[in-house]
């Protein structure tokens, strides 16, 4: 069966960087698009970022842009978000998610999710 | 950037009757060239990931109970649940995936 595990969060200062990975498997992780989506404490869904299936087009969120990056290997059948500069806001709990196709459609599959806290 | 708003924010419901969430985008998310309209549905329980109920505005997900639909096209979109059952309380969400950012709206809180 499908399964998507994210890994790496953890509690940062403000300013730090953080890798989160996530690892999936039963599906063929290349023929899917992947996401990144996250919910800050007492908020709502917040679309991060997006990936294609081979990496070709990638897309961020405003509040994002410029720090965070998104990015997979294939071959490891994983999709990592880099995260810099991380600010207090950035505080959530961050869920992969695959696509139902090789872009960007509806999320059909997702994670249990990782907390991050960005805190001093 | 296409904004989502759903009403209303909160909603409770009587067990067996009809729950209606409505969902509204600022941009019309109907792709003429394959008349799809590209909205998805979620239902999101406390301590759980989000779970896909409904794509392309009305097709639901594999396994889904058939009491959930979902209507709408253009910019207007409904997601009703025709007989509540206790399992249904959840927060649900819409989401626009016509172009990126793929903008979520804010959530309603279903209640019994």
């Known amino acids: 069966q499908v399964q998507l595990v994210e890994s790496g969060g953890g509690v940062v200062q403000p300013g730090r960087s953080l890798r989160l990975s996530c690892a999936t498997s039963g599906f063929t992780f290349s023929d899917y698009g992947m996401h990144w989506v996250r919910q800050a404490p007492g908020k709502g869904l917040e679309w991060v970022t997006s990936?294609?299936?081979?990496?070709?087009?990638?897309y961020y969120a405003d509040s994002v842009k410029g720090r965070f990056t998104i990015s997979r290997d294939n071959a490891r059948n994983t999709v990592f978000l880099q995260m810099n500069n991380l600010r207090v806001d950035d505080t959530a709990v961050y869920y992969c998610a695959k696509d139902r196709s090789l872009a960007a459609e509806a999320n059909d599959y997702w994670g249990q999710g990782t907390l991050v806290i960005v805190s001093s | 950037d296409i904004v989502m708003t759903q009403s209303p924010d909160s909603l409770a419901v009587s067990l067996g009757e009809r729950a209606t969430i409505n969902c509204k985008s600022s941009q019309n998310v109907l792709y003429s060239s394959d008349n799809k309209n590209y909205l998805a549905w979620y239902q999101h329980k406390p301590g759980q990931p989000p779970k896909l109920l409904l794509y392309w505005a009305s097709t639901r997900e594999s396994g889904v109970p058939d009491r959930f639909s979902g209507s709408g096209s253009g910019t207007d979109f409904t997601l009703t649940i025709s007989s509540l059952q206790a399992e249904d309380v959840a927060v649900y969400y819409c989401q626009q995936y016509y172009t990126s950012p793929y903008t979520f709206g804010q959530g309603t809180n279903l209640e019994i």
């Open positions: 990936i294609w299936y081979d990496g070709t087009n990638k």
